[in-house]
């Protein structure tokens, strides 16, 4: 009976698999249909433009503390960059800021008369780079819409705790980038400005719910950016669209003013993070954001001998709901294993690691016991009625996204329970904790495929739970870009650590960064 058992269970697997493959293929040919012919972002108009643009934002900060560019220059080079090629992303919510133009002129100035001491470049690591945040994070003065209707003339009078701190290290807010309705999206789409376009194939989707960001970083609109992070905010938007992007342990950096988060949430999710087309800008970036009090914990500063870890990795989540993995993402895994195999001289081990398959669950039990209320964010403080809702987007009336009602059903639909939620997030948590200790790091799948077209995670949006589980668990996360896929979309990779082992993370995303190039470029390169 065992063995029929077995028969059966696999005959159910690899008919759940076709499924998926089908479903897939129609959705990529009918949306592919609909959305009609491949284009990307174009380039910037010069050499010159392309080699100031397409620089790190360490490069940039030494460019300008050494007056070999003027920040002002930087500055307005990005501005343009925004301006010329918005109207293909459809990212900016607010800016480019005009205001940034006369900050980066002043910083000049004081440069060229010597005003800066070495502790004054030593606090400000960012001097005169351009920086860009979503839109759900506060900046002074600035809309603070939240992808609303609701909050369509809405601007924030203070800044978020991370904004604040990025300011004060020296960089310069150029713009804010969209967001889907309160962040609960795996797409930057909502009723105000529409949907981002990804600079890769504008008909696909940038991810969510930092997609805005992620788009900006990765067309060379900006030097940086600060995403947010609850459920793969941050490194869903990375791996769509080829970038970087970190989320920390949890707690590691202060949520005030990040989605009306007070800072002083004990038990959260989320976590703000920086966001960069290199991967040798997040360190630097991390240590500014940093709460002082964790600094000591999580020791950014301390050499990491890449020779001395363990390395693991998984081959699938093993949720029936996502899509299987594909060839072209199973070769990434095979890549990394070879080369970090060199690295250590040791085997990359396959990690068996319980309750993966439970990944949607558990992150839907966790969301919640978040203590922010989504329904009522969606509300702008009033308490909405999926069905009515439903009714009025079925008659063209409502305010909000199609997405955006799905979480208005979600949370009317039947709970999680409670004890078993708890008990697996315990036993996976305590068993990738033991596997790891604090010197191991592990390869996890960014998600089974590539960037979808808009629209398709309507229909299949399961695939996140690749991203989400680290979100259950509270451990620090990498998105790193690995290469284009045959489609010349972007592939990717994550890598974990254990709580506080951020630098592990970092570390090792810099490797690949140097072993397998990083960033691509959305735009062909002039020579």
Same mark, same amino acid.
């Given at each position: 009976?065992?063995?029929?058992?077995? !028969?059966?269970?696999?005959?159910?697997?690899?008919?759940?698999?076709?499924?998926?493959?089908?479903?897939?293929?129609?959705?990529? =040919?009918?949306?592919?249909?609909? $959305?009609?012919?491949?284009?990307?972002?174009?380039?910037?108009?010069? $050499?010159?433009?392309?080699?100031?643009?397409?620089?790190?934002? *360490?490069?940039?900060?030494?460019?300008?503390?050494?007056?070999?560019?003027?920040?002002?220059?930087?500055?307005?080079?990005?501005?343009?960059?925004?301006?010329?090629?918005?109207?293909?992303?459809?990212?900016?919510?607010?800016?480019?800021?005009?205001?940034?133009?006369?900050?980066?002129?002043?910083?000049?100035?004081?440069?060229?008369?010597?005003?800066?001491?070495?502790?004054?470049?030593?606090?400000?690591?960012?001097?005169?780079?351009?920086?860009? #945040?979503?839109?759900?994070?506060?900046?002074?003065?600035?809309?603070?819409?939240?992808?609303?209707?609701?909050?369509?003339?809405?601007?924030?009078?203070?800044?978020?705790?991370?904004?604040?701190?990025? &300011?004060?290290?020296?960089?310069?807010?150029?713009?804010?980038?969209?967001?889907?309705?309160?962040?609960?999206?795996?797409?930057?789409?909502?009723?105000?400005?529409?949907? #981002?376009?990804?600079?890769?194939?504008?008909?696909?989707?940038?991810?969510?719910?930092?997609?805005?960001?992620?788009?900006?970083?990765?067309?060379?609109?900006?030097?940086?950016?600060?995403?947010?992070?609850?459920?793969?905010?941050?490194?869903?938007?990375?791996?769509?669209?080829?970038?970087?992007?970190?989320?920390?342990?949890?707690?590691?950096?202060?949520?005030?003013?990040?989605?009306?988060?007070?800072?002083?949430? &004990?038990?959260?999710?989320?976590?703000?993070?920086?966001?960069?087309?290199?991967?040798?800008?997040?360190?630097?970036?991390?240590?500014?954001?940093?709460?002082?009090?964790?600094?000591? &914990?999580?020791?950014?500063?301390?050499?990491?001998?890449?020779?001395?870890?363990?390395?693991?990795?998984?081959?699938?989540?093993?949720?029936?709901?996502?899509?299987?993995?594909?060839?072209?993402?199973?070769?990434?895994?095979? &890549?990394?294993?070879?080369?970090?195999?060199?690295?250590?001289?040791?085997? *990359?081990?396959?990690?068996?690691?319980?309750? #993966?398959?439970?990944?949607?669950?558990?992150?839907?039990?966790?969301? #919640?016991?978040?203590?922010?209320?989504?329904?009522?964010?969606?509300?702008?403080?009033?308490?909405?009625?999926?069905?009515?809702?439903?009714?009025?987007?079925?008659?063209?009336?409502?305010?909000?996204?199609?997405?955006?009602?799905?979480?208005?059903?979600?949370?009317?639909?039947?709970?999680?329970?409670?004890?078993?939620?708890?008990?697996?997030?315990?036993?996976?948590?305590?068993?990738?904790?033991?596997?790891?200790?604090?010197?191991? *790091?592990?390869?996890?799948?960014?998600?089974?495929?590539?960037?979808?077209?808009?629209?398709?995670?309507?229909?299949? =949006?399961?695939? !996140?739970?690749?991203?989400?589980?680290?979100?259950?668990?509270?451990?620090?996360?990498?998105?790193?870009?690995?290469?284009?896929?045959?489609?010349? *979309?972007?592939?990717?990779?994550?890598?974990?650590?254990?709580?506080?082992?951020?630098?592990?993370?970092?570390?090792?995303?810099?490797?690949?960064?140097?072993? !397998?190039?990083?960033?691509?470029?959305? !735009?062909?390169?002039?020579?």
């Amino acid at each position: 009976s065992d063995i029929l058992m077995s !028969f059966w269970s696999h005959v159910l697997n690899a008919l759940l698999a076709l499924i998926h493959i089908l479903t897939d293929r129609l959705l990529e =040919f009918a949306l592919g249909w609909y $959305l009609g012919p491949f284009k990307r972002v174009p380039g910037p108009p010069s $050499l010159d433009q392309q080699v100031l643009l397409s620089k790190s934002a *360490v490069e940039l900060a030494q460019l300008i503390r050494e007056r070999k560019t003027r920040s002002y220059d930087i500055v307005k080079a990005y501005c343009e960059r925004i301006e010329s090629v918005n109207r293909d992303l459809n990212a900016v919510v607010d800016g480019p800021f005009p205001e940034a133009l006369d900050q980066a002129r002043e910083i000049d100035r004081k440069l060229s008369k010597k005003e800066y001491s070495d502790e004054d470049f030593r606090r400000q690591p960012f001097l005169g780079v351009p920086f860009t #945040t979503k839109d759900s994070t506060a900046v002074a003065g600035k809309l603070h819409t939240l992808g609303l209707l609701s909050r369509k003339s809405e601007r924030s009078s203070t800044d978020a705790e991370c904004v604040r701190l990025m &300011k004060e290290s020296g960089a310069i807010i150029i713009a804010t980038s969209n967001v889907p309705e309160v962040n609960k999206w795996i797409e930057s789409r909502n009723m105000l400005i529409g949907g #981002t376009n990804n600079p890769y194939d504008l008909r696909r989707s940038v991810g969510g719910s930092s997609g805005g960001e992620a788009a900006l970083i990765a067309a060379c609109c900006t030097g940086f950016g600060l995403g947010t992070d609850i459920g793969g905010s941050i490194r869903i938007p990375a791996f769509n669209c080829g970038v970087f992007g970190h989320k920390p342990t949890a707690g590691a950096v202060n949520m005030a003013g990040c989605t009306f988060r007070t800072g002083k949430e &004990k038990e959260t999710m989320v976590c703000a993070g920086p966001m960069s087309r290199f991967g040798r800008d997040l360190l630097p970036m991390m240590q500014v954001l940093v709460e002082p009090s964790l600094k000591s &914990k999580l020791k950014l500063d301390e050499q990491v001998d890449l020779k001395r870890l363990r390395y693991f990795y998984v081959a699938s989540n093993g949720m029936a709901q996502c899509n299987p993995v594909n060839r072209e993402t199973e070769r990434v895994m095979y &890549k990394i294993r070879k080369h970090f195999e060199s690295v250590g001289g040791k085997e *990359v081990r396959h990690a068996n690691i319980p309750n #993966t398959k439970l990944t949607g669950k558990m992150w839907r039990y966790w969301m #919640t016991q978040e203590p922010a209320n989504f329904n009522l964010l969606l509300g702008n403080g009033a308490e909405l009625n999926p069905f009515v809702e439903l009714f009025k987007k079925i008659l063209g009336q409502s305010d909000y996204s199609m997405a955006a009602i799905y979480g208005l059903i979600d949370s009317v639909l039947p709970k999680e329970s409670e004890r078993l939620m708890r008990e697996a997030t315990t036993k996976c948590k305590k068993a990738l904790e033991e596997l790891l200790g604090d010197d191991g *790091v592990l390869f996890y799948h960014s998600s089974p495929r590539t960037a979808p077209f808009h629209f398709y995670p309507l229909v299949k =949006f399961n695939d !996140f739970a690749y991203f989400s589980l680290f979100n259950v668990l509270r451990l620090p996360a990498t998105q790193v870009p690995m290469g284009l896929d045959s489609k010349g *979309v972007p592939l990717g990779i994550q890598v974990v650590a254990n709580a506080n082992n951020d630098r592990l993370c970092l570390a090792v995303a810099e490797e690949l960064e140097r072993t !397998f190039g990083g960033w691509v470029p959305p !735009f062909p390169l002039k020579q």
